[in-house]
């Protein structure tokens, strides 16, 4: 009978150090808060066309340069990017005035042509276009506020 005891003792749960409770906890907690983060992207201001599904509707209609922002609903980085670029007043108001901005999923079926026309394969993938369609530029991945309102000064027309 004192083996049992005492190989049942051996098992027994011991209690763990108030610091290891804490520590799971702060670590829940924090990677709670970076995940909401990562999913967040704010509303913004920016008149984005979704319902371009076909180069002729692309360049129709327009005497300004054309914003393709390429983009899916699982998307991290394009959720950074809309956080991070998008919201941002300066930028809205800039893309507001010099481009028509047009965001594209790519998981829509609608949108394979275009998709397909510009070999899209990652996304974020941010392109500009004139009005007949040709590229201007184009970048693969995301872009900080910087670079990006470079990318639409090189852009622009010129008067």
């Not at 005035?97 to 026309?117: G, R």
Request: with cysteine.
């Amino acid at each position: 009978m004192n083996k049992v005891a005492n190989s049942s003792q051996k098992f027994a749960k011991s209690k763990s150090h108030p610091f290891w409770r804490w520590f799971w906890l702060t670590f829940l907690v924090v990677s709670l808060a970076y995940a909401w983060y990562s999913f967040y992207a704010p509303s913004n201001d920016i008149k984005w066309d979704n319902n371009i599904t076909s180069i002729q509707q692309l360049t129709k209609n327009t005497n300004k340069n054309t914003l393709l922002f390429f983009t899916g609903k699982w998307c991290s980085p394009c959720r950074i990017m809309k956080r991070e670029v998008f919201a941002d007043n300066e930028v809205e108001k800039i893309v507001n005035l010099q481009v028509t901005p047009v965001i594209i999923d790519i998981d829509n079926p609608n949108t394979k042509e275009l998709v397909t026309y510009y070999k899209v394969g990652v996304t974020p993938t941010t392109i500009i276009v004139d009005s007949q369609g040709k590229v201007l530029d184009y970048v693969v991945g995301k872009i900080e506020k910087k670079k990006f309102l470079e990318m639409l000064s090189n852009s622009a027309p010129k008067q």
